[in-house]
DNA sequence: GGTTTTTGTAACGGTTTTATGACGGCATAG
DNA sequence: CTATGCCGTCATAAAACCGTTACAAAAACC
């Protein structure tokens, strides 16, 4: 085992798919950890300083689910970026259960190639901030990769536009942006465009979110402009 | 490293962020200064002139929040900007949480760009004046970046101007500003308003204040103004 | 104590800002 | 070519906020 890679923590019960992930993980100089179960994975995770987790959907005892939402309570693991590995039949409940924080998920079978390049990606991501696939914040979801916006269960269809807004609002939570600013990074270098306009978006996508939530997702606030917030 | 730039001491145990922090702002040209445990770094910045602070909010023994409070509390090192470095889910705690005297924060993931951007508006600030994000007063902050004031774990809503008048208030805690002086900063150049409607508004906000606060944060100076001074 | 001055505060009307429904234009797909 | 979905603007409704006034309360002064 190579000494001083990033340390991978792969959670998986099939025993052919653990070795596989574990050899070429190894070969790429990762340090891996091994798992058969989501509480032996736990317990790893406490005692050593995991950079990373490759966590199996389906799981014996516990959920991979259930894991990944413990681990991403738990603040000591919170930062550390999850993948999940979910078979294809298993992609609507994916969708549904993606409020679990996971950063990234890769759909069986895939090519080893995708695999590490989504673990380089995670990482960059743990310490840069490029790579995400995954934008949660609450029970809200935003999956980039497939253009699926989800409030705890439900699927939320929104327009080019709408996903946008609603993008710039998550990757920065709380934070008050001004129409002007809006304008700037949704609609780009439009500058035919009503500043009121994006009331309208904002109230379009308000009310999408609330057809679906049990509070308010976006705060306005007056004489500035509009923040992803959810007061209650 | 390269001599002469300006002082920059990391505290964060997990040491890849170490690293990659160290190296960037290394080829910033700023002078790093490491440690991997607050007490450590309270040691350096007894020993070296720091210029600004990078903690990070979970740490192995004291936490992040505790050492920023004793950075605060020493006369010596108050004066140094501190930037908090926080996970995302731990954001309801910091703002609830931000009374510690942090001058800002930065939420993880962070891109590297911003977090150089944040480091630069510090520096600038401890010198010139700009850049500060989080302002306190006793147990009152203001996240001027979220648009958002708390008192102890309370949030309180104000209106543009209360915000406005607060922020004046605590920018110079325990002056006494006039009415005048008042009416000109909040105001700006609005010459037709009368003087006794900085009266109403700081009624205004000392009401919010108060229904939440365990003593009178503004203090009347009769025949003069009024400045942000808890007196119990 | 009584008077004067200053401050506190409730209340009101007016103004500004935001929310929302409706409409026509435009593009794309069928 | 028609239907559908999305977008930008406008008009109007609703809400939040602001400045003023009037009077009550407090402090200062004599």
């Known amino acids: 085992m190579t000494i001083g890679g990033p340390k991978v923590l792969i959670v998986e019960d099939e025993p052919s798919q653990l070795e596989l992930l574990s050899y070429n993980l190894d070969v790429e100089g990762y340090d891996v ?8 994975g736990l317990l790893i995770l406490q005692e050593v300083e995991i950079d990373l987790v490759l966590l199996d959907w389906m799981l014996p005892q516990t959920s991979g689910l259930e894991i990944c939402r413990q681990i991403k309570r738990d603040k000591t693991t919170r930062s550390i970026p999850v993948i999940m590995l979910t078979a294809r039949g298993e992609e609507d409940d994916k969708v549904r259960g993606l409020d679990t924080g996971a950063n990234d998920y ?3 079978p895939y090519s080893i190639k995708e695999l590490l390049a989504r673990v380089r990606a ?35 269809h929104l327009g080019p536009l709408e996903f946008k807004l609603l993008r710039i609002l998550i990757e920065a939570p709380a934070r008050v942006f001004s129409r002007d600013q809006l304008l700037e990074r949704v609609w780009s270098n439009a500058l035919e465009v009503e500043t009121r306009t994006v009331d309208v978006h904002i109230g379009r996508l308000r009310k999408q979110l609330n057809a679906v939530a049990d509070a308010d997702y976006i705060r306005t606030v007056r004489g500035f402009g509009y923040s992803l917030d959810k007061v209650a």
């Open 106 to 108: 890769i759909v069986k």
């Open 33 to 40: 950890y091994k798992a058969e179960t989501g509480e032996e």
């Open 122 to 156: 995670g990482l960059r991501n743990a310490k840069g901030g490029l790579g995400v696939n995954i934008l949660t914040y609450k029970s809200l979801t935003m999956d980039l990769r497939r253009h699926v916006v989800c409030l705890g269960d439900k699927v939320i």
